[in-house]
């Protein structure tokens, strides 16, 4: 096994050796290169301490002494090198409270989760797979490193990587890794909101965010995305759906592109359904009401999950309109898209497509056509460039207090009449017309 590494790293390891230090690539950089897939970073591990590391470059940032790393500084690029550790307990997911420093290369990979991201290697000793890291890639398994359940009492948040690795890599987590997830899914929620929604960004960025539902068999998301559950146990027995609910959201989670704020929004898009099913007399489900219902716990559960503001806004907006059907005018889609906002209606056209890709085949075709209808109608709004909001008007406030209009709530008011007529009448959209129809006649009158 050859693993080809970039120059400056081999630099790093090169230099280390001829200090007479170990040093190895390790951890992800090695299940990459493994899976012919690009490395995100180069993590080096090495047998010097910190001090010695620093006294071996020219260059360095005390970037976590106390967790042993050190970044070294080649051309102004950063490598990160970390001295061979044994760590105490985890509490922000990459630094655990306390280690201490081994020279044992074997002591360093046994504290790392998984059998996949406990490999090393280095170009004279070649792979260094203490735990049949290779053998597990073949099989497709996410395996602890030694005693599963003695690894996620150390740290819980090892439960979500698990499944966060299983979604990224398409692969099983092996039984006693499960079995021991499931026994202590509860102790997820010592760990903080911050870490659980990087795992779970993670998971819903991957290739198989679908993987979620392993997540929820195996009782994670009972700690922190119980809205979900509830999910999966309610039925939508409906001619346009043929999954309940959980899977319904899942598989638009899969359809949409791996955008944040797009698969954020699938995930949450009919979180509000469980709480608005009413059943009719023919036996048939509705989810009145759903769309708002579920803004409201989008909102509290991306709040509860720490995301930022912004992100919360977006996300929020799309449920809300996720079922928004305007009728196939221009001056309707123009009113729509003021609505949801111009800048997030491109995304709600992917949510509706991902959201019909995930329902029955009952009026499949129709439903489709209606959005491509949609989407051509929004291309032509768009182009035409027409004015959207108060500051594509023609007139500015500036304007208004020109034409002796005093300061104030008035100005608004009369900007937003204004914006209501050039929505219904684009060719409004003049200074000469708006003056004249809602400033000038009124001072006349
Ligand atoms: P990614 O591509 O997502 O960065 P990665 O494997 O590099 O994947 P990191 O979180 O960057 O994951 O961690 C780097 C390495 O450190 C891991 O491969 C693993 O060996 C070890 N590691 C990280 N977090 C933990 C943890 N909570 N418990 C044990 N080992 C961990
Ligand atoms: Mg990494």
Redesign the pocket.
């Known amino acids: 096994m050859i693993i080809q590494i970039p120059e400056k790293v081999n630099t790093v390891l090169e230099t280390l050796k001829e200090n007479g230090h170990e040093a190895y690539i390790?951890?992800?950089?090695v299940?990459?290169s493994v899976l012919g897939r690009i490395?995100?970073?180069w993590?080096i591990t090495t047998s010097a301490s910190p001090q010695e590391v620093k006294a071996c470059f020219p260059r360095t940032v005390d970037t976590g002494l106390q967790h042993g790393t050190v970044t070294v500084i080649l051309d102004g690029e950063g490598y990160e090198v970390t001295t061979y550790r044994v760590?105490g307990v985890?509490e922000d997911?990459?630094h655990p409270k306390e280690v201490h420093f081994t020279r044992s290369l074997e002591e360093d990979l046994r504290?790392?989760?998984?059998t996949i991201?406990?490999m090393a290697y280095a170009p004279e000793k070649g792979l260094v797979d203490l735990f049949d890291g290779m053998g597990d890639i073949r099989r497709g398994l996410i395996r602890a490193v030694g005693e599963p359940a003695e690894r996620f009492s150390e740290?819980a948040?090892?439960m979500l990587?698990a499944v966060r690795f299983s979604a990224?890599l398409n692969y099983e987590i092996e039984e006693k890794t499960y079995e021991a997830i499931c026994r202590l899914a509860p102790a997820l929620c010592r760990i903080s909101a911050e870490r659980i929604r990087e795992e779970l960004i993670?998971i819903l960025l991957s290739d198989h965010p679908e993987k979620l539902s392993c997540a929820a068999a195996c009782g994670l998301t009972a700690v922190f995305l119980p809205e979900l559950d509830r999910c999966f146990e309610t039925p939508q027995n409906n001619p346009h759906h043929c999954w309940n609910v959980g899977e319904h959201i899942l598989r638009s989670v899969q359809a949409a592109r791996a955008d944040r704020i797009l698969r954020l929004t699938m995930l949450f898009h009919d979180i509000g359904k469980p709480l608005c099913r009413t059943t009719d007399e023919q036996g048939i489900d509705h989810f009145h009401g759903h769309a708002e219902i579920g803004t409201e716990m989008t909102r509290q559960i991306l709040r509860r999950l720490k995301f930022d503001n912004d992100t919360i806004d977006q996300v929020c907006r799309l449920v809300r309109y996720h079922d928004l059907q305007p009728e196939y005018t221009e001056r309707a889609m123009r009113r729509a898209m003021v609505k949801v906002g111009p800048e997030l209606f491109p995304l709600l056209l992917e949510v509706k497509a991902a959201d019909l890709c995930a329902q029955s085949t009952c009026q499949a075709e129709e439903k489709q056509e209606a959005l491509r209808e949609w989407e051509a109608l929004y291309e032509k709004v768009r182009e035409s460039l027409c004015a959207l909001s108060l500051k594509d008007l023609a007139v500015s406030g500036k304007d208004l207090i020109a034409e002796g209009i005093s300061p104030g709530r008035q100005i608004g008011s009369i900007l937003n009449t204004m914006l209501e007529d050039v929505l219904d009448h684009p060719e409004h959209n003049t200074r000469e017309y708006l003056l004249t129809a809602y400033v000038r006649n009124e001072n006349n009158a």
């Open positions: 390790v951890g992800g950089c299940r990459d490395p995100k970073d993590d760590d985890y997911g990459r504290r790392r989760d998984f991201n406990a740290d948040l090892r990587r990224r993670g």
